[in-house]
């Protein structure tokens, strides 16, 4: 069996203590193609959680789906990362990795999604028609009368203005 690189990057021990996160994309198919283009699961769920279990024994805290923060130094991340390369079946992590990135964020004004969710401030009101239950702020206005579908999304659906804000 191979055994990862040791030591770190130097350009990572340069970085300093901050809030750090972790985001990763894998290729489904490669998880569940039948070999030899894949691994054969029949449910990703399990390999998911022992993925995201690496995460938990640190207490990182889940921002998203597939990103996951902290503070704390560079290194703890990138540690974990490499902890991952472990999680059975050994080595499916590398062969179906899309993307993984680590990322600091120096300040926490850079958490927009305050700042762009209905009622805040780039967001005061409802740019067009929304869903009733999806004006958690309650920020939007019934309409006049039904208001037109939206764009890309199933007629089969009646527009009633009573399900709708504005």
Known sequence: MALPAMGHPLWLLQLPYS???????????????????????T?????????????????????QKSMYAADCGPVLFYTVLRSMCFVEPAGCFSACIQDVLVYMMPLDEMYLTQAFRIGGAECPRPFGPMPLHLDRSHMGVPPQGPPPHPRFTARIHVMRAIDWVV
């Not at 809030?19 to 699961?41: C, E, N, Q, V």
């Open 19 to 41: 809030r750090y996160g972790i985001a990763y994309d894998f290729h489904t198919r490669s998880l569940k193609s039948a070999p030899p283009d894949g691994y054969g699961m």
């Open 43 to 63: 449910s990703t769920r399990g390999w998911y959680g022992a993925i995201i279990n690496c995460m938990g024994e640190y207490n990182f805290e889940r921002d």
